[in-house]
């Protein structure tokens, strides 16, 4: 089989996924990177492919989270929280700068093209308003960003509105990109689409292996008679979170019972993007590990992807 590892977007909530991962790798004895024949990743689950691909191990990257998601996402305090409100008004949250230094720690000056497993990483190119998919050389026509820093590429999957201003590519000039979140929040029907077009793989052959950033109940009943101001605010989460959905719902048509979705629904508002404090990592950190621990999740995933049938050896096709 086929096996795809398929990662979420949802900043900080990237701590739940990084917990499962490394949890499922100290479950079974088996490293990620060795089992699957492709990942795919938006945003904050781009960063985890990334990192995975590059030789990165899943609790070195649970530990970015842990200890250094509070300089990614810093605490504002009340008044602090009230201003920067106010500052998304008009321009990004935050500062790039944290997040580029954080992840330079952890990959260094890696390039996509040295990732040991074929990647594809959302995004969104702001200049000609389309979709774009950061890959590695696992196929002929794909040359263009094997040279691109893997930094770079993190901040562009991760660049979300509002929070982050759009991000340079230096092997790209002249382009700049946004959180593939904006159109591929959950990257499922992207994985499929890969494996298909340019892998040449069939779909009964494809097991896919999709990991969340938590889901919560959702109601925008509230929403029947909202005008624009009040839409502002909630078109983001409800476009994100639709396409997400209709995305997971596709991937399993196609896949029938060869999709293993792991998640867990939480109250409304419980977490959030950039909410960033220790508590909440913490919490996050052992929703995740005890997700990956229950029975029926550790066993579908010795038996369908980490099982020690490590997956064909990736040979870059350089143009």
Excluded at 59 to 88: C, H, N, T, W
Excluded at 241 to 256: N, P
Excluded at 277 to 305: C, P, S
Aim: hydrophobic share 45%; glycine share 10%.
């Amino acid at each position: 089989m086929f096996r795809i590892l398929a990662l979420d977007g949802g900043g900080i909530k990237g701590t739940f996924t990084a917990a499962i991962l490394t949890e499922l790798e100290r479950q079974t004895g088996c490293r990620l990177a060795d089992h699957f024949d492709l990942m795919v990743g938006t945003s904050t689950g781009g960063i985890l492919a990334l990192g995975l691909a590059l030789g990165i191990e899943a609790s070195a990257l649970l530990d970015l989270y842990v200890k250094r998601g509070a300089d990614i996402f810093p605490s504002l305090g009340f008044l602090g929280a009230q201003r920067g409100m106010l500052r998304q008004l008009f321009r990004p949250k935050l500062r790039q700068e944290e997040l580029r230094t954080v992840l330079a720690e952890y990959i260094g000056e890696k390039r996509l093209g040295d990732a040991a497993v074929p990647l594809v990483i959302a995004s969104y190119e702001a200049v000609r308003g389309r979709p774009y998919l950061f890959k590695t050389p696992h196929h002929p026509n794909h040359s263009r960003d094997y040279r691109a820093s893997a930094v770079d590429v993190a901040l562009a999957t991760s660049a979300a509105p509002t929070f982050f201003r759009a991000a340079a590519v230096a092997a790209r000039k002249g382009e700049s990109y946004f959180d593939g979140g904006v159109w591929a929040n959950s990257p499922t029907m992207v994985g499929i689409a890969e494996a298909v077009a340019f892998f040449g793989v069939p779909l009964s052959e494809i097991e896919l292996l999709s990991i969340g950033t938590t889901d919560e109940v959702r109601s925008f009943s509230h929403m029947r008679e909202a005008g624009m101001l009040k839409w502002n605010v909630g078109l983001v989460d409800i476009l994100m979170s639709a396409q997400a959905d209709a995305a997971r719902a596709q991937s399993a048509l196609l896949l029938d019972d060869r999709m293993l979705r792991i998640d867990m629904v939480r109250p409304s508002g419980a977490y959030s993007l950039d909410r960033a404090d220790a508590q909440t990592i913490g919490e996050l950190a052992a929703l995740g590990e005890g997700k990956a621990a229950e029975r029926q999740v550790v066993e579908q995933v010795k038996a369908r992807f980490l099982n020690g049938q490590r997956a064909e050896r990736y040979t870059p096709v350089h143009s």
